[in-house]
């Protein structure tokens, strides 16, 4: 199958109102190796969207194309109709309107936990270090960790690193939250209050993508499933449907490998 | 072996003592009590021997041109460092390779022909450029234009080192929350990087102390030029090399000692 060119814009999908994200025929290569291979999705706005497959599979390319922080080989990506890969898209304020959880956190450790929250917020979004500060606090409650504000992140345990994370992107107000392999990297007594977050945050009706395996949390709270193999999708779903009845042999594969 | 020592305890209580001793021998800073001891005797020497005294009251005035040179050069070449590293991790092509160009020029070529080619072809080259007369241009000065350009170089690849040094993750961070490439640089990268950097920088500052005695191939009258005179004028070279190797001996140890320190508290926090 021939590559796409990266930039068609005369090839632009049809996108709607409410498509949120749209991949489009994304393709990436990393040197010889395709990671990702003619992969198009639609994330609707209030959606939950759960990404799974093996590991290799391609899901978090896929995820990090979302925010540009790779750059398709072909195809297009687009965030509320605005090309992602167009040469006169600004990154930063589209960016800026989709928060990213990372599975190593990725916490500033040089400074704060309040600072990790407050610093964009003052340096993007512009606003005053009272007004970052009250919206730090405030997602701080949220997640559950308020006292730990004046506390270096390597001070914290890695549940409450990878919370921290999240109210750091939540006080962007992001329209969006990609979440790459977020408990992936926790001991298993933390990853239930990660979820726990993320259970609520998908309860408050935010646009969420996930690649986990927290198959628990995958049929409590997706809404689609996308199951990726060899850098392709190979299956699409709404998700209770494609867990109680999983067409592709690799996703009934998968399935009874990890269930 | 618990409890204190057994009166005639056995043999092997007594080895356990003996090999505490000489591992206590063996991790005590040895090295620092033998410089400490040969600095002792040199200062020894200089504070009871009349001549050794006269040679030392004609060279210490050089310090202050050497401290001079070091720290002005220092300055520079971190400032220079700076950019140049910066350059060399660039995702411009056109900036990258200037950088790579620079650090590898100065690599490739000896310090003390770097410096006369640069005091005697590159600067009066730039002064008759801005139309300066090239005599115009004291030695000391040209000293530390080369001494900076050679470290600038040299420190670049530090800071290089340090900004590589810090995790991929926190420019994706960054990034992702809407910083620009030169925001996320300035506010996460080169913070964290500066911290791992600083033992290293003061090992260049120890070093570029030390080559600052190269002034005396410009006739700039730091100490080591002062030295020099000094054996010109009286042939006593026993009396004017040990002072100046006692002067700067005393300097690098205490600068060195710093740096470790400086390390250790680093390396805890």
Not at chain 2, 71 to 100: C, K, P, Y
């Amino acid at each position: 199958m021939a590559d796409r060119p990266a930039i068609r814009p005369d090839i632009r999908p049809d996108i709607g109102p409410d498509d949120r994200i749209v991949v489009d025929h994304l393709s990436k290569s990393f040197g010889s190796i395709r990671a990702v291979r003619d992969a198009s999705l639609r994330i609707k706005t209030g959606t939950v969207t759960i990404i799974i497959g093996p590991s290799g599979s391609g899901k978090s390319t896929v995820l990090r194309c979302m925010n540009h922080l790779e750059v398709p080989t072909s195809g297009a990506v687009y965030i509320d109709g605005v090309h992602l890969e167009a040469k006169d898209t600004d990154i930063n304020t589209v960016r800026r309107e989709i928060g990213m959880v990372f599975q190593q956190f990725n916490l500033f450790p040089h400074m704060s936990v309040l600072d990790n929250i407050t610093l964009a917020q003052r340096m993007v979004r512009g606003r005053s270090k009272q007004e970052a500060v009250d919206v730090a606090m405030a997602q701080l409650e949220r997640v559950g960790i308020p006292e730990q504000a004046h506390k270096r992140p390597g001070a914290l345990s890695g549940g409450q690193q990878q919370r921290v994370a999240i109210a750091r992107s939540l006080a962007m107000n992001p329209k969006a939250m990609l979440f790459d392999e977020p408990t992936s990297a926790l001991d298993p007594e933390m990853i239930k209050e990660v979820l726990d977050v993320m259970l609520e945050l998908a309860a408050s009706g935010m646009t969420m993508v996930v690649v986990s395996h927290e198959m628990g949390f995958a049929r409590e709270v997706g809404s689609h499933m996308v199951m990726m193999d060899f850098g392709e999708i190979v299956e699409e779903g709404r998700a209770d449907e494609v867990f109680s009845n999983p067409r592709h042999p690799r996703t009934q594969e998968f399935f009874s490998k990890i269930l | 072996m618990t409890g204190p020592e057994v009166p005639g305890g056995d043999a092997s209580s007594v080895g356990l003592i003996d090999r505490w001793r000489r591992r206590d021998i063996r991790e005590a800073p040895l090295w620092l009590f033998a410089i400490l001891a040969i600095l002792a005797l040199m200062a020894l020497t200089v504070a009871t021997n009349r001549s050794f005294a006269h040679a030392f009251e004609i060279i210490i005035p050089g310090i202050t041109t050497t401290l001079r040179i070091t720290l002005v050069s220092f300055v520079i070449s971190v400032f220079l460092g700076l950019i140049a590293g910066l350059g060399r991790v660039s995702r411009n092509f056109v900036l990258r390779n200037v950088a790579i160009t620079y650090v590898e020029f100065v690599r490739g070529v000896p310090i003390v022909v770097l410096i006369l080619m640069i005091a005697f072809v590159l600067v009066p080259i730039a002064s008759k450029a801005i139309g300066f007369a090239n005599n115009a241009i004291p030695q000391e000065v040209r000293f530390i234009v080369a001494l900076s350009l050679i470290y600038g170089a040299f420190i670049a690849e530090i800071f290089r080192a340090g900004v590589e040094s810090v995790p991929k993750g926190q420019m994706e961070a960054g990034r992702s929350l809407g910083l620009t490439h030169a925001q996320t640089m300035r506010s996460i990268i080169l913070p964290q990087a500066i911290r791992t950097v600083l033992p290293a920088l003061g090992n260049d500052f120890i070093a570029l102390l030390k080559d600052s005695a190269l002034a005396t191939l410009l006739g700039v009258r730091d100490l080591t030029q002062s030295a020099r005179l000094y054996t010109g004028r009286t042939f006593r070279f026993d009396e004017a090399f040990l002072v100046l190797t006692f002067l700067y001996l005393s300097m690098t140890l205490v600068l060195s000692l710093l740096v470790q320190y400086l390390q250790r508290r680093l390396g805890r926090g």
